[in-house]
């Protein structure tokens, strides 16, 4: 009888892509996938460290499993529970001690080790967040395409810039970029299997510097250039970058390759240049708005997205106020906004000045409030235009199709079935806050 799997993936898409490939690594090993927890023999929580509070989700979920793990164990069955990902890296020894149910812990750079843990963990509890001397990926299997038309790539992982807020050069390890011929291998894998549009990831993707087909090291700009040559693959993307990643080579492409889209995840934290020292990341807010600037003049009609924190330790209302004015200034597509909040291990956890709760939430509340005013003027400025939309799923109503547009936003529109997988021109007749509506217009679809 085959086994089966459960993966609840945490985070962000680098999780689900190792997740994904968590799967391959089990699937010759006589795993399925299974629907839910309590049809599992083995669950794995793959988890993020960013959000707040995610160890202590991580223990909660971890009591509703542990009483399904007892249910089973009652009917004469076994259920292994491993947890992956940042967390188990940054607190694995933790999780043993505080949830004896967990049989396995392992980290980002451990999973493709999966195989040989699993065959030790059963009534020993296996704890593996060790760092790998040699490149993961030379250690995985072939990766299997998802079910649909868009997919991740991870071509690059770890992180060296060492913010004083982040957890990630603790958690994902040094920068690596894989070489151009692996990750093409991949990606002709993909579109072999039907996928139409790639985003390529990376906790600094921007700073990729793979081998390249000529034994020079590739930067990201000329990675997509080679991608773009894919028969097949009519759409690029790529997340997260940094801004001093951002080089001439990678406007370039921007400016030449219509394979990629204009939509570019460029986050900034902060507006503010005191607080930006203090976080370590070693870019101005002028620096921001130049970067932006070249970008835009490369590609008129790009649309961003960021990342930005509030209530950083030492934040002034006069920083603050800075962060509003680019805010205000850049006009972001979309954004993703948080209070600060401490990450164990990471200098800002014990810097001077942390801010009151209050004044945090006080600032979120502004900062988002004038973000979604920016995606909704966005959203509604596309109104009239017809755009190219790629279609992936039936929505939620009959005869409903849901697709993206170039800017990565939902476009919901009156489709047949037959309209998935290919990129068809839409009228863009309506807009809400996080959405577009749209019919077809006349034409033949690719």
Do not use: W
């Not at 001690?97 to 009534?123: K, M, N, T, W």
């Not at 990629?260 to 607080?275: I, K």
């Not at 490369?298 to 002034?316: H, K, M, N, Q």
């Not at 809400?432 to 019919?439: E, K, P």
């Amino acid at each position: 009888m085959a086994k089966r799997v459960f993966i609840k993936t945490y985070g962000c898409q680098m999780n689900v892509y190792d997740s994904a490939r968590m799967v391959d690594l089990l699937v010759p090993l006589g795993f399925l996938v299974a629907d839910t927890p309590q049809d599992a023999d083995l669950v794995i929580l793959n988890t993020c460290h960013i959000r707040e509070k995610a160890a202590e989700k991580v223990y909660s979920e971890l009591g509703l499993i542990r009483r399904m793990k007892a249910a089973k164990a009652r009917r004469g069955g076994n259920m292994m529970i491993a947890v992956a990902g940042c967390v188990a890296q940054a607190e694995g020894a933790e999780i043993m001690r505080r949830a004896p149910c967990v049989d396995l812990v392992f980290g980002p750079q451990s999973y493709h080790r999966l195989p040989e843990l699993i065959a030790r963990a059963p009534g020993a509890g296996v704890l593996d967040t060790s760092f790998s001397a040699e490149p993961k990926f030379d250690y995985l299997p072939e990766a299997t395409a998802p079910q649909g038309v868009t997919a991740f790539l991870t071509v690059q992982e770890g992180c060296d810039k060492f913010c004083s807020f982040c957890v990630v050069p603790y958690t994902r390890g040094a920068e690596y970029s894989r070489p151009v011929a692996q990750v093409l291998a991949e990606a002709r894998h993909f579109i072999g299997d039907g996928v139409r549009e790639i985003t390529l990831l990376g906790q600094n993707v921007n700073a990729y510097h793979g081998e390249g087909l000529d034994g020079r090291e590739c930067g990201l700009g000329r990675l997509i250039r080679t991608l773009a040559e894919l028969p097949g693959l009519d759409r690029i993307r790529y997340t997260t970058s940094h801004p001093r990643d951002v080089d001439d080579e990678l406007i370039a492409a921007h400016r030449e390759v219509p394979q990629l889209m204009p939509f570019l995840h460029l986050p900034v934290q902060s507006g503010s240049d005191r607080v930006l020292i203090l976080m370590n990341r070693r870019h101005t807010a002028g620096d921001y708005r130049r970067i932006v600037e070249r970008l835009r003049s490369a590609r008129s009609d790009l649309a961003l997205s960021s990342d930005l924190i509030v209530g950083y330790p030492g934040e002034t209302d006069e920083d603050f106020q800075a962060t509003l004015d680019l805010v205000g200034e850049v006009r972001f597509a979309q954004a993703f906004s948080f209070k600060y909040s401490p990450r164990p291990g990471t200098p800002a956890a014990s810097a001077a000045g942390q801010i009151a709760e209050q004044v945090k939430s006080e600032r979120l509340a502004a900062l988002q409030l004038l973000l979604a005013r920016q995606q909704r003027d966005f959203n509604e400025a596309c109104v009239g235009r017809v755009l190219p939309v790629l279609f992936e799923k039936p929505g939620r109503r009959e005869g409903q199709l849901v697709g993206r547009s170039p800017y990565l936003q939902s476009v919901h529109v009156a489709a047949s079935a037959d309209r998935i997988g290919k990129i068809a021109p839409t009228l863009m007749s309506g807009a809400s806050a996080n959405s577009l509506s749209g019919s077809l217009v006349e034409a033949v679809a690719i």
